[in-house]
C-alpha cells in the first residue's frame, strides 16, 4: 500500500512559485524518499487562472482563483509566494486561524506584521517558516535561529540586495554610470520595472528587521531601520573611495553597541575596505556576515534571488515542517512581543564610526581652514585629506577621511561647509564600516 502524500496549498503562482511547482514535480521521488511520504501539489489559488496555467508547472485540475473553495480543502501545509501585505495578508491569517502551517517567502508581509502573525500562529498550534524571505537561498534564518544560537550577536552585516550590489559592482568595476547600471539589471532582469524598493534600501531594510529581531530577540520592525538608497551615488565618489582602498556596498547593519544592550540599526551606501570578504560579493550575489562572540566571524553567500535559490528555501522550509522537526523549532522561538523586551535603538544622529566626505570647494586662499574650523568646531577629527592639483579659483573635489566622530555632529559640520562661499553644491557624507576580522 502506498503511504498517504501530504497534501500541500499554493498561494500564488509567479517566478517563484512556478519554481517550487517544479521542484516538488522533478523531485517528487527524492523528497519522498527523504520524508517517507510523496508531496502533493493539491490546490493553487491565483488571480489569473489561465496565465498560471500557461506557466506550464501547474495544470487546470490544480488551479482556482476561489479563496472560499481553496480554504475548503484540508492541508498540510500552505506555501504563500505571492507577496504583499494586503488580501495576501488576510490570506495568511486565514491559513494560521484554520491551524494550517505557513511557509513564506513574503518579507513585506512579515516586516510589518511579523509578530501579530507569529502570536496567531501560536495561538492556532500553526507554524511560520520564512527562511527565503531573507536571504533568497541563503541559510540565513536556519544559521541564527538554529546552527549558531549559542552565540550572543556582536553585529550583522548584509548585502541582502540583488538588484543595487550588481549595480553598485558595475560603477565600482566598469566605470558605468548609475542610469546606465540601472538600465542593464532591468535588461537582465535583475531589477523590476519600477525599481524603487530595491534601490531606496527598502528590500533590504525589510530583510535586516526580521534578521536583527531573530539574532537579538527584540521587537523589530522595518520602520526601526533608517535606511539610505544607492540612487543619489555618484561615480565620483566610488572613483575616489577607490583610490583610497574602498569598495562600496549598500549595507544592512544591525549592531550591538559596546558595552550595553544598545542596538544601532542602519541601511545605506558604505565603503569597506577592498580586502573584506563582502568587498568580495559581486554581481547579483548576495552575503551576510554574523559576528558572533563565540564563533568569531560566518559569512554566508550566495544567490539572493530568482526563481529556483527562492524556491529551494521555500521547498526546503516546507520539508523541514512537514517532518516536524521546523513546527517543534517555532513553537519555543521568541518570536511574539510578550517574549521580547522593547529595544532600545541607537538614535541615527548617535551612531559613531568613519566617514567619507567630500566637497567641491573654489581653489583660493584659505578655505581650507575655514573647511577645518568648521569641522573642529563639532569635534569632528580628520584622519586624512586628498585634494588634486587645481590652477586657482577652480572648483577641485576635497576628500577627507575622518576619525570615529558621531553622525550627527559630521551632518552639522556639512551644513556649516555648505554655508561657506566658496563651496559649491552639497557636501558628500558616506559611511565608513571597518567589519569584525578574525
Not at 48 to 71: N, S, Y
Not at 170 to 179: F, K, S, V
Not at 409 to 419: F, G, P
Amino acid at each position: 500500500m502506498s503511504p498517504t502524500p501530504f497534501r500541500i496549498g499554493m498561494i500564488g503562482c509567479g517566478t517563484v512559485g512556478g519554481g517550487v511547482a517544479r521542484l516538488l514535480s522533478e523531485q517528487r521521488e527524492l523528497y519522498q524518499h527523504r520524508l517517507g511520504r510523496p508531496i502533493e501539489l493539491t490546490r493553487v489559488l491565483v488571480r489569473t487562472p489561465a496565465k498560471a496555467i500557461e506557466g506550464g508547472q501547474v495544470t487546470a485540475a490544480q488551479v482556482t482563483d476561489d479563496a472560499d473553495a481553496f480554504f475548503d480543502e484540508a492541508y498540510d501545509a500552505i506555501i504563500e509566494v505571492a507577496g504583499g501585505a494586503g488580501v495576501v495578508g488576510d490570506y495568511v491569517r486565514r491559513a494560521l486561524s484554520l491551524g494550517r502551517h505557513v511557509v513564506t517567502a513574503n518579507k513585506s508581509l512579515l516586516a510589518a506584521h511579523g509578530r501579530e502573525l507569529f502570536k496567531l500562529a501560536r495561538e492556532h498550534d500553526a507554524a511560520i517558516a520564512f527562511e527565503a524571505s531573507c536571504g533568497g537561498g541563503i541559510p540565513c534564518v536556519t544559521a541564527i535561529q538554529t546552527g549558531l544560537t549559542a552565540n550572543a550577536y556582536h553585529g550583522l552585516y548584509g548585502i541582502l540586495n540583488g538588484t543595487c550590489n550588481y549595480i553598485l559592482t558595475e560603477m565600482t568595476h566598469h566605470g558605468r554610470t548609475y542610469e546606465q547600471a540601472l538600465a542593464e539589471a532591468k535588461e537582465l532582469g535583475y531589477a523590476e520595472a519600477d525599481e524603487t524598493l530595491d534601490v531606496s534600501g527598502q528590500d533590504a531594510a525589510q530583510k535586516l528587521a526580521i534578521l536583527a529581531s531573530l539574532a537579538f530577540d527584540a521587537d523589530l520592525h522595518e520602520g526601526d531601520v533608517p535606511c539610505i538608497g544607492i540612487d543619489g551615488l555618484e561615480l565620483m565618489d566610488i572613483e575616489l573611495g577607490a583610490k583610497l582602498g574602498y569598495d562600496i556596498k549598500l549595507l544592512a547593519t544591525a549592531e550591538r553597541w559596546p558595552g550595553s544592550d544598545w542596538i544601532a540599526l542602519n541601511c545605506r551606501p558604505c565603503f569597506i575596505h577592498n580586502d573584506d570578504l563582502l568587498a568580495d560579493v559581486e554581481g547579483s550575489f548576495n552575503a551576510l556576515l554574523l559576528d558572533g562572540h563565540a564563533v568569531g566571524q560566518t559569512m554566508l553567500y550566495g544567490r539572493g534571488a530568482g526563481a529556483m535559490p527562492t524556491a529551494s528555501a521555500v521547498v526546503s522550509d516546507l520539508i523541514s515542517v512537514l517532518s516536524g522537526g521546523y513546527p517543534a523549532l517555532f513553537a519555543n522561538l521568541r518570536l511574539t512581543p510578550d517574549c521580547q523586551p522593547e529595544p532600545k535603538l541607537v538614535e541615527p544622529a548617535d551612531i559613531e564610526s568613519r566617514f567619507y566626505l567630500r566637497i567641491d570647494a573654489r581653489d583660493v586662499p584659505g578655505v581650507m581652514a575655514k573647511v577645518t574650523k568648521a569641522l573642529g568646531d563639532r569635534n569632528i577629527s580628520l584622519a586624512s585629506m586628498h585634494q588634486p592639483e587645481a590652477n586657482a579659483g577652480q572648483v577641485v573635489p576635497v576628500v577627507f577621511t575622518t576619525h570615529t566622530a558621531r553622525q550627527g555632529d559630521l551632518l552639522a559640520a556639512c551644513d556649516d561647509i555648505a554655508r561657506l562661499e566658496e563651496i559649491t553644491g552639497k557636501p558628500v557624507l558616506i559611511r565608513i564600516i571597518d567589519l569584525p576580522r578574525g
